[in-house]
């Protein structure tokens, strides 16, 4: 059973930055799909940033968020940068392995002056 551990979760002024990061237990392929997502009120969950063969971005966040993974410690990490009070929600970290989707727990990411 793989299990995943988020933390960096915050409050943050309007133009200021965080860095999330998840850790998966248990051993992955680096090419295995990991990223996150996230849920505003009120909303659907969204995809955020997907890493795997490829990379993959939300056009909300390109150019302001950058996913990032150390395979050696099946860590994945976010770094929003710019962020906006649009960007508020539950951030969720997502991995698919061996055909299995699991989330972390969600991490709270609250833009606001």
């Known amino acids: 059973q793989v299990q995943l551990v988020e933390s960096g979760g915050g409050l943050v002024q309007p133009g200021g930055s965080l860095r999330l990061s998840c850790a998966a237990s248990?051993?992955?392929?680096?090419?295995?799909?990991m990223g996150w997502y996230r849920q505003a009120p009120g909303k659907e969950r969204e995809l955020v940033a997907l890493?795997?063969?490829?990379?993959a971005y939300a056009d909300s966040v390109k150019g302001r968020f950058t996913i990032s993974r150390d395979n050696a410690k099946n860590t994945v990490y976010l770094q929003m940068n710019s962020l906006k009070p649009e960007d508020t929600a539950v951030y969720y970290c997502?991995?698919?392995?061996?055909?299995?989707?699991?989330w972390g727990q969600g991490t709270q990411v609250t833009v606001s002056s």
């Open positions: 997502y991995l698919n392995w061996r055909a299995r989707n699991f």
């Open positions: 248990g051993t992955i392929f680096s090419i295995s799909p």
């Open positions: 890493s795997g063969v490829t990379t």
